[in-house]
């Protein structure tokens, strides 16, 4: 086994056992479920990394199987998007299967429930039929079609598949007991008739399973012994357990409920995903800040800090939130250890040297790793008279504690030299337009010869060699941790946070980055982790998507009381 062994979870806890006792007589058996009607988000990294995790694990086998059962909703996009994360993330399945191939074998089932006298077609509405169901306190009410005899059923069923009928004409039900106390046993749904072009069938087929139908017998078909899912799915599993036993599986595959995902300030649902991107609320799926797989890609996480994440936050039973701060700080600390540093100016503000000669510039080697990176490598970067330091590093009155720049003060410039501000310059407004500052030679390289001390540090780019970019910011998509928890009647896009992108046009950057390959990573040093961007970055319009900002501002801001 390897390493990733060394965190137990419960579920990890009873595989090993059944693998000890022999329980299913064939190898561990995990499956990948999803429903092709939307891209995964975050919450499928965490049951993808445990499915297929275990089936490594367990050296078992694990599936990928599209839970396309849905005409209406699902499509091939959605298919290509799964397989292309699931990939990324590092997980290989060991096949591609479709629970739309199993239409034929589930109607055979179908029939067998039948001849068993335990499944009828019913020719009431699938209104009526939830009005007879009863409630939790009271019983349901037999469908009068409930004792139809079983040639009966038969026939109706061969000619509910055949066409013969329109939408909502019969359904087929499980024959189990209107008085159980789950809901879920009172002779639930199994097919129902859906004249509708399906993405993979065509119009070849009309009857089309419900979820509890389709679901464990796909695993059982497929010989899965461990079949993980959310807790919402909790009283689904009597119906699962009674269908595969019905249908006849020895040692069928057992369903296990694990508590899904949710991420403050974040929402998982496709749907409510999906209702970013049609209403324009995002710029699609892929949008950086969508918690979708792909938006995480573009934004600059890396498949490595998604896998730790997820095993921190671990597999438990009973629902949780975890923390906004978790996440970011596992993307931190796997671009720590895997960015080089760069220097970017965000908000520009002119510099002149005025003791450095006119028409002159240098190349300053600068380390791309600080020392606590075991990584190596270095680049140049030019410095010259006019430079740019950042706006929010500079303060004409500054209060105490302000270590930067300041009228009449000395600071280190990063990788350069000592200057000193001698002069502000304003412009009729009253703003300040630029500095005038004088540098001191002997301190190339950031240290004086004298020993005299700076308290300050700032980043820099030279004026006539930066490269302009964008820099798009990006902040909580959600105003509220909850956002699923919004007060009845209002709607979660109420809770929409519309500074979510903040984008800078006129940033500066070192040179140096031009070269690189779109897609690249880099700590912009004292600003944040950044990743050009994959869709609108090119050579001479650069952009780069802010992955996640140096510190957790937040927590500092609650600290503060904010
Ligand atoms: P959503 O609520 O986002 O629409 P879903 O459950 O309908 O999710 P599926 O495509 O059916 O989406 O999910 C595939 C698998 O991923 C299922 O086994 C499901 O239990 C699991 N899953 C979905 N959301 C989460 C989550 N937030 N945390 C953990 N597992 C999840
Ligand atoms: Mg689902």
């Known amino acids: 086994m390897t390493q990733e062994t060394a965190r137990r979870d419960f579920i990890r806890e009873m595989v090993a056992r059944d693998v000890a006792s022999g329980k299913f007589g064939r190898p561990v058996g995990t499956r990948f479920p999803p429903e092709p009607n939307g891209y995964p988000h975050i919450g499928h990294a965490k049951s993808i990394c445990l499915n297929f995790g275990i089936a490594r694990e367990f050296n078992g086998k694990v599936n990928l199987r599209f839970d396309d059962t849905n005409p209406s909703t699902e499509d091939v996009k959605y298919v290509e998007a799964i397989k292309e994360d699931i990939r990324w993330l590092g997980f290989q399945w060991d096949s591609e299967l479709y629970a739309s191939d199993y239409f034929e074998q589930l109607y055979e089932f179908a029939v067998v429930l039948v001849r068993k006298g335990k499944a009828y077609v019913d020719s009431e509405t699938e209104e009526e039929i ?28 061969e000619r509910m598949r055949a066409g013969e009928f329109p939408d909502g004409a019969h359904v087929l039900r ?144 009973a629902e949780s939130r975890v923390e906004l701060a978790t996440f970011e700080h596992a993307v931190r600390d796997d671009l720590n250890l895997r960015v080089p540093r760069v220097l970017c100016v965000v908000k520009p503000l002119k510099v002149v040297l005025t003791n450095y000669p006119e028409g002159k510039s240098e190349e300053l080697e600068a380390p791309y790793y600080p020392h606590d990176v075991p990584l190596t490598g270095s680049r140049m970067i030019p410095f010259s008279r006019e430079l740019y330091i950042d706006r929010d590093d500079f303060m004409e009155n500054p209060p105490r504690k302000f270590f930067r720049l300041a009228p009449g003060r000395e600071v280190r410039l990063r990788y350069g030299y000592f200057i000193t501000c001698t002069e502000v310059i304003k412009n009729p407004a009253g703003e300040i337009a630029e500095l005038r500052c004088t540098y001191d030679p002997a301190t190339k390289g950031g240290d004086a010869p004298d020993g005299r001390k700076v308290q300050g540090t700032i980043h820099w780019v030279s004026a006539a060699h930066a490269v302009a970019c964008e820099l798009r910011l990006y902040h909580r998509l959600f105003n509220v941790p909850d956002p699923d928890a919004v007060s009845e009647g209002r709607d979660f896009i109420a809770a929409l946070n519309p500074e979510s992108l903040v984008v800078v046009h006129d940033a500066r950057i070192e040179p140096s980055v031009a070269r690189d390959p779109v897609g690249s ?42």
């Open 130 to 157: 939830r009005q007879h169901r009863g409630t939790v306190t009271r019983p349901g009410t037999p469908s009068k079609y409930r004792d139809r005899p079983v040639e009966e059923n038969l026939d109706l069923l």
């Open 521 to 562: 990573r880099y700590q912009f040093e004292r600003t944040g982790y950044f990743i050009s961007d994959v869709v609108d970055s090119r050579p001479g319009t650069l952009v780069f998507n802010r992955t996640v900002t140096l510190k957790d501002s937040w927590q500092k801001q609650k600290a503060k009381g904010a």
């Open 174 to 317: 499980a024959r189990i007991d209107l008085a159980h106390p789950n809901m879920i046993m009172r002779d639930p749904l199994l097919l129902r008739i859906r004249h509708a072009h399906h993405y993979r069938r065509g119009d070849a087929w009309c009857i089309y399973p419900l979820y509890d139908f389709a679901h464990g017998l796909s695993d059982a078909i497929e010989g899965i012994t461990h079949s993980l899912c959310t807790l919402e799915f909790k009283d689904n599993r009597e119906i699962y357990d009674w269908l595969v036993r019905e249908v006849g599986f020895e040692n069928p595959p057992e369903q296990t409920e694990f508590a899904r995902l949710n991420i403050d300030y974040m929402v998982m649902s496709k749907r409510k995903l999906l209702r970013l991107v049609t209403e324009g609320q995002v710029r699609g799926w892929d949008d950086p800040r969508m918690p979708t797989l792909a938006g995480m890609r573009r934004r600059g996480v890396t498949p490595e800090a998604i896998r730790t994440f997820c095993d921190t936050i671990g597999v438990a039973r």
